[in-house]
């Protein structure tokens, strides 16, 4: 679990600058 908390994390980060989670907003 720990392993896949880590990529979401790092995906998620990748995702929030390159400003794809503007839609979220």
């Not at 990529?7 to 390159?18: A, M």
């Amino acid at each position: 679990m720990a392993k896949y908390s880590q990529e979401f994390k790092l995906k998620l980060v990748k995702e929030y600058e390159n400003g794809n989670l503007g839609y979220k907003s």
